[in-house]
């Protein structure tokens, strides 16, 4: 497997720095998001994506799938058709940044019933939101072919697509060599077991976040350092090579201290060498 990292887990600088601190504590490559604004934007021109590539390259780093957190604002599931649209156009555009930048893979949140985090109060009938929402990748999943780009669809804390038979499911009611899951190892203790979502989704699951969660402490306060939470990694590794994974694992940590942050990304390497087998 190819080790690589969310660049949501560096400090706020310039990705020039990042791609530097990246190289250094033996990374492989980042994962990149695409933002509303910044350097990779909805507004970001090719010729500046094609030097953002670049500069990965010449530090030695692949840039092999893009997250966002645009989704969060921009749900496919909303009761607005035109806030629906609004999130396809989003997914479009991520597409093509993709493309630009050489990766094969964008991170989607498929909507949600309910995200306090990111919107409190906000309801959709789950039901509503699974039908707009398969509608949606009905769609997208052509423009996904189009581009050689996959989508894969995350399991994150939006009270949706909750068990691993539904996620297994839905991706097949779309029916796509484009379109997966983007498996995040930690999202899932908070309600199941990793091991057993790789299993039921098994040849589904295009990319995989290791990120580890303290279920005792509950909330997005559960979420810790890789190998200083209840993940089962040794599970976690078995399962994926039971299904022949050997695909990129990204570290997404959240770098929450107000000093020395760049420790988190030299001790996150080496918990995932160590969890890799690489040590």
């Given at each position: 497997m190819k080790k690589g990292i969310s660049i949501w887990s560096f400090p706020v600088q310039s990705l020039n720095r990042n791609f530097v601190l990246a190289k250094?504590?033996?990374?492989?490559?980042?994962e990149l998001a695409l933002d509303a604004e910044g350097e990779v934007s909805l507004n970001s021109k090719e010729k500046d994506l094609l030097a953002v590539k670049q500069s990965a390259e010449d530090h030695g780093l692949k840039l092999y799938s893009v997250a966002s957190g645009l989704y969060w604002d921009n749900w496919l599931t909303d009761d607005s058709l035109a806030a629906r649209e609004k999130a396809k156009d989003i997914v479009k555009r991520h597409l093509w940044t993709a493309k630009v930048l050489g990766a094969d893979t964008i991170l989607v949140v498929p909507g949600s019933v309910n995200a306090d985090f990111a919107a409190p109060g906000k309801v959709v009938d789950y039901q509503d939101a699974y039908h707009r929402s398969l509608e949606a990748f009905l769609e997208l999943k052509e423009e996904a072919r189009s581009l050689r780009v996959s989508i894969g669809i995350e399991n994150v804390w939006n009270k949706?697509?909750?068990?691993?038979?539904?996620?297994?499911?839905?991706?097949?009611?779309?029916?796509?060599?484009?379109?997966?899951s983007y498996f995040d190892?930690?999202?899932?203790l908070f309600n199941g077991y990793p091991e057993q979502w790789i299993k039921i989704l098994g040849h589904r699951i295009k990319k995989v976040h290791f990120k580890d969660y303290r279920v005792q402490a509950g909330g997005l306060h559960?979420?810790?350092d890789l190998l200083a939470g209840d993940v089962d990694y040794p599970a976690v590794m078995e399962a994926l090579k039971k299904i022949g994974y050997d695909g990129w694992v990204s570290a997404e940590m959240i770098p929450n201290y107000k000093h020395f942050t760049e420790t988190i990304i030299y001790n996150t390497s080496n918990a995932m060498d160590r969890i890799l087998g690489r040590k």
């Open positions: 250094s504590a033996g990374f492989d490559g980042i949706f697509l909750v068990s691993p038979l539904e996620m297994r499911d839905f991706i097949d009611r779309i029916d796509s060599p484009y379109v997966g190892v930690g999202n899932v559960g979420f810790v």
